[in-house]
């Protein structure tokens, strides 16, 4: 069964400094993975998807995040934090041929500090 | 904005009760997505709607139930409310069948169970 799991329930980093959030994954076949963020009381806002292609994907609000095979991982990361960065994290994994859901891991809360 | 409303965004209920969630999905999108989000539990899979057919079922309750309608909109209804459905329940929408795209989440309908 496809799964993602997010090791770290929450990520402290100063404003400026970068950040990663981490994700690893299990799946059978190619991976589809997508990271998803969630400011309070609001949906999930789309950040940026890995299909194929560069290991380095670029996505919205400048984050981007590093596809690594050996390692299955799908880690996001930003170079310079931002105080409004701080929010709730979501890796996924799309279960492709089955029912193409998404499936989420626990997420992670990033706190910006000034 | 994602373009998929959902209604109501707040609602506040007595156990026992019977409540509909309203989803209108993007302009075009065939696929509807209903998932819970607790505390406890994270963002859960409920069911998959693509052009008004059932696609698949996840950890959804027998008092739970869902429709796609010819215009594409979706309803969820809760039935027999209790407490543990306390929850902030989201729909989400995706143009493309096969699973490479992304989803896109409504901002999610708040359901407090007293």
């Known amino acids: 069964a496809q799964s993602v799991a997010q090791p770290e329930d929450q990520v402290n980093v100063a404003e400026g400094n970068p950040l990663t959030v981490k994700c690893t994954y299990s799946?059978?076949?190619?991976?589809?993975l997508f990271w998803y963020v969630q400011y309070p009381n609001r949906g999930l806002q789309f950040l940026l998807k890995?299909?194929?292609?560069?290991?380095l994907v670029k996505g919205s609000y400048g984050f981007e995040a590093e596809f690594n095979k050996s390692q299955t991982s799908f880690h996001l990361k930003k170079p310079s934090a931002l105080v409004s960065d701080s929010a709730l994290y979501f890796c996924?994994?799309?279960?492709?041929?089955?029912?193409?859901?998404?499936?989420f891991g626990t997420g992670t809360r990033l706190q910006v500090f000034p | 904005d994602s373009g998929v409303t959902q209604t109501p965004k707040h609602l506040i209920t007595a156990t026992g009760q019977r409540v509909t969630l309203r989803c209108s999905p993007r302009?075009?999108?065939?696929?509807v997505y209903w998932y819970q989000q607790s505390l406890d539990q994270g963002l859960q899979f409920l069911i998959h709607?693509?052009?008004?057919?059932?696609?698949a079922k996840g950890n959804i309750l027998e008092r739970f139930s869902a429709q796609q309608f010819p215009d594409l909109h979706s309803e969820l209804n809760l039935s027999s409310l209790e407490l543990g459905d306390s929850a902030l329940y989201f729909c989400?929408?995706?143009?493309?069948?096969?699973?490479?795209?992304?989803?896109?989440f409504g901002e999610g309908s708040r359901l407090t169970v007293l």
């Open positions: 989400a929408s995706s143009g493309t069948r096969v699973g490479t795209g992304e989803l896109f």
């Open positions: 799946v059978s076949g190619n991976p589809y």
């Open positions: 890995y299909i194929t292609g560069d290991n």
């Open positions: 996924a994994v799309r279960d492709i041929g089955n029912t193409d859901k998404l499936i």
């Open positions: 302009s075009g999108d065939l696929s």
């Open positions: 709607y693509y052009n008004g057919e059932e696609r």
